[in-house]
């Protein structure tokens, strides 16, 4: 399969096999996240792989997913302008550029750039993935816990290995819905403009759950805006709190 093919055909593992992932194969896929594009060359990005059991199932805790605990390798994305910050400080450089959300942003750019990078190498050795949005349902106690310093932050998690299911793929909104030509595009009906897509979501998860659940997009899009996670809307205090500026 090549690697377009290999794409389309994406989805989320969240059940793997009790097989480790061998070091000749995990070096090579650090090697590709090591190639993925840098904002300004700067490579203001680092992995924390996490392999102590004790702080997986603290993580685990964290996103309250439990099936955390059972990927065989989880690695965390994170911001990390403190490896720059030093090399400046100890070259004798005392501004503070490093604090700027600029940077902040460009070492975020560059984690989902690895990241994503690191997914389609995973999966094109016959591996799946699985994302972890949901380390962030507690930013400081994952700083905590990797033991950050300031200036860098989490950004996202992702378990892999050898997959122990094959589930559909997802579909997803039609490329007209958010693929547009030198402007954006605004639809005066959006329910209307969704209603194929509802109906093909509603039949995907009513054969993916048979017949448990009946649900579309557009309901999930209004319980997604209803589910607010109180402590991710304190991200800017959290962000602050690594030493980076916040300026309005």
């Given at each position: 399969?090549?690697?377009?093919?290999?794409?389309?055909?994406?989805?989320?593992?969240?059940?793997?096999?009790?097989?480790?992932?061998?070091?000749?194969?995990?070096?090579?896929?650090?090697?590709?996240?090591?190639?993925?594009?840098?904002?300004?060359?700067?490579q203001?990005a680092?992995?924390?792989?996490?392999?102590?059991?004790?702080?997986?199932?603290?993580?685990?805790?964290?996103?309250?997913?439990e099936?955390?605990?059972?990927?065989?390798?989880?690695?965390?994305?994170?911001?990390?302008?403190?490896?720059?910050?030093?090399?400046?400080?100890?070259?004798?450089?005392?501004?503070?550029?490093?604090?700027?959300?600029?940077?902040?942003?460009?070492?975020?750019?560059?984690?989902?750039?690895?990241?994503?990078?690191?997914?389609?190498?995973?999966?094109?050795?016959?591996?799946?993935?699985?994302?972890?949005?949901?380390?962030?349902?507690?930013?400081?106690?994952?700083?905590?816990?990797?033991?950050?310093?300031?200036?860098?932050?989490?950004?996202?998690?992702?378990?892999?290995?050898?997959?122990?299911?094959?589930?559909?793929?997802?579909?997803?909104?039609?490329?007209?819905?958010?693929?547009?030509?030198?402007?954006?595009?605004?639809?005066?009906?959006?329910?209307?403009?969704?209603?194929?897509?509802?109906?093909?979501?509603?039949?995907?998860?009513?054969?993916?759950?048979?017949?448990?659940?009946?649900?579309?997009?557009?309901?999930?899009?209004?319980?997604?805006?209803?589910?607010?996670?109180?402590?991710?809307?304190?991200?800017?205090?959290?962000?602050?709190?690594?030493?980076?500026?916040?300026?309005?």
């Amino acid at each position: 399969m090549n690697t377009i093919e290999n794409q389309l055909e994406h989805r989320t593992i969240r059940k793997f096999e009790d097989r480790e992932v061998d070091n000749k194969t995990l070096n090579k896929l650090f090697d590709v996240y090591n190639h993925s594009a840098s904002s300004t060359g700067m490579q203001q990005a680092s992995i924390i792989r996490v392999t102590d059991p004790k702080i997986k199932h603290e993580i685990m805790k964290v996103s309250n997913q439990e099936y955390l605990e059972d990927v065989p390798e989880l690695l965390i994305f994170i911001v990390d302008l403190y490896r720059n910050y030093r090399i400046a400080e100890e070259k004798g450089y005392v501004e503070d550029a490093y604090k700027h959300m600029d940077k902040f942003f460009q070492g975020f750019t560059d984690s989902i750039i690895g990241a994503q990078n690191m997914v389609v190498a995973i999966e094109s050795l016959g591996m799946g993935a699985v994302y972890f949005g949901s380390i962030l349902n507690d930013y400081d106690r994952m700083v905590e816990l990797l033991k950050l310093p300031k200036y860098t932050f989490p950004v996202v998690g992702l378990g892999f290995g050898y997959p122990a299911e094959k589930p559909q793929v997802k579909p997803k909104m039609p490329i007209e819905l958010k693929v547009f030509e030198n402007e954006y595009k605004e639809y005066e009906n959006y329910l209307e403009a969704f209603k194929g897509y509802d109906e093909t979501m509603t039949t995907y998860y009513d054969t993916r759950d048979n017949g448990q659940r009946s649900d579309c997009f557009t309901d999930q899009v209004v319980k997604k805006f209803l589910s607010t996670n109180e402590i991710r809307r304190d991200v800017l205090k959290s962000i602050a709190k690594q030493g980076f500026e916040m300026r309005l």
